[in-house]
Nanobody, 123 residues
């Protein structure tokens, strides 16, 4: 099992940027898939973006494509999410997650989760 700790959330205005970071303790293997999900009250956890640990291939939800960029540092065991041009619809708790079985956008298939970090976009 790996422990995931998110940081970087906060309150910003529409059009602003934020950078989320996820620090992982423990070994992450090349076959693993790291992802960011987000959740608002009363809704299911939604896939935002993910990255294959070994190849670095990235994936994005349509709602964030062109605005968000995911990256990883295999040396530091971190995954980051650069979020630009934020809108109020991006307001949510953002979670970092690991899937030992590879790429998937279904939250219930992930084994390891961070505690979440709040992102609020409001004028």
């Amino acid at each position: 099992q790996v422990q995931l700790v998110e940081s970087g959330g906060g309150a910003v205005q529409p059009g602003d940027s934020l950078r989320l970071s996820c620090a992982a303790s423990g070994r992450i293997y090349s076959s693993h898939f790291m992802a960011w999900f987000r959740q608002t009250p009363g809704k299911e956890r939604e896939f935002v973006s993910g990255i294959r640990w070994g190849t670095g291939k990235t994936y994005y939800a349509d709602s964030v494509k062109g605005r968000f960029t995911i990256s990883r540092s295999t040396g530091q065991n971190t995954v980051e999410l650069q979020m630009n041009n934020l809108t109020p619809q991006d307001t949510a708790v953002y979670f970092c997650a690991r899937n030992r079985n590879g790429m998937d956008t279904t939250a219930r298939l992930y084994q390891d989760w961070g505690q979440g970090t709040q992102v609020t976009v409001s004028s």
